[in-house]
């Protein structure tokens, strides 16, 4: 798997500073410059985080997910529901 070519987006959160971050199936909440921690992190303790490099892109990602992914879908204007 190459980190690098993977595929990210952001899902915008208005109640939030930052968007947060989809991808692989789940979503993250900016912790730092280029550190992400799964949405889950404070409610279920789950450990997986993402970090980036200068560039935006994805450098490391550990995916030890402690749950199932949340469950949202893409409308056509490019807003998330949360299902
Ligand atoms: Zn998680």
Redesign the pocket.
């Known amino acids: 798997m190459r980190l690098l070519d993977l595929q990210y987006e952001f899902m915008p959160s208005n109640k939030k500073k930052y968007p947060l971050l989809v991808f692989d199936n789940?979503t993250?909440a900016k912790k730092g410059r280029r550190l992400w921690y799964?949405?889950?992190?404070v409610k279920?303790a789950?450990?997986?985080q993402v970090r980036m490099d200068e560039g935006g892109r994805i450098v490391y990602y550990n995916s030890?997910?402690?749950?199932d992914?949340p469950r949202f879908h893409k409308k056509k204007d490019g807003s998330y529901v949360r299902l």
Do not use: G
């Not at 030890?64 to 749950?67: D, F, G, I, T, V």
């Open positions: 789940h993250f799964c949405s889950k992190n279920l789950c450990k997986a030890a997910h402690n749950h992914p």
